[in-house]
């Protein structure tokens, strides 16, 4: 089992702000905390390996430099994504189009001078 701490949350059993967050090395590999030390002594290894309980040590552990890449970088990296692929369309779809228009512009008002002054 992983004993790597990705960050710190406080208990919500005992108020000990010094409980340890940590990702299960096997299986769901589900966020978890261990309580020791507590006022009331230890809580011990809380395990709340389902959707509400990931979400509340997510929103409520306070990451450590590594625990935040790990767990934020996924997310992050998805929505830069789709930011990045985004924005490329939309400057793909302006430059060429704007470009092509100017050319056009300028091609027609000197064919029409030429074609008008030769007459
Ligand atoms: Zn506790």
Redo the contacts with the bound molecule.
């Keep these: 089992m992983s004993r790597d701490i990705l960050g710190h949350i406080t208990?919500?059993?005992?108020?000990?702000e010094s409980?340890t967050v940590h990702r299960q090395a096997k299986g769901s590999r589900a966020l978890y905390y261990r309580?020791?030390d507590?006022?009331?002594g230890?809580?011990?290894t809380?395990q709340i390996i389902l959707k509400g309980g990931q979400e509340w040590i997510k929103a409520n552990m306070r990451p450590l430099a590594a625990g935040e890449v790990e767990i934020i970088a996924q997310e992050a990296a998805e929505v830069a994504k789709e930011q990045a692929v985004k924005a490329a369309a939309v400057a793909a779809k302006k430059l060429p189009e704007n470009k092509a228009e100017q050319a056009n512009k300028k091609s027609s008002m000197f064919s029409k001078f030429f074609e008008d002054s030769h007459a």
């Excluded at 208990?11 to 000990?16: E, M």
């Design positions: 208990c919500p059993h005992c108020q000990n409980a309580c020791y507590g006022k009331n230890d809580c011990g809380v």
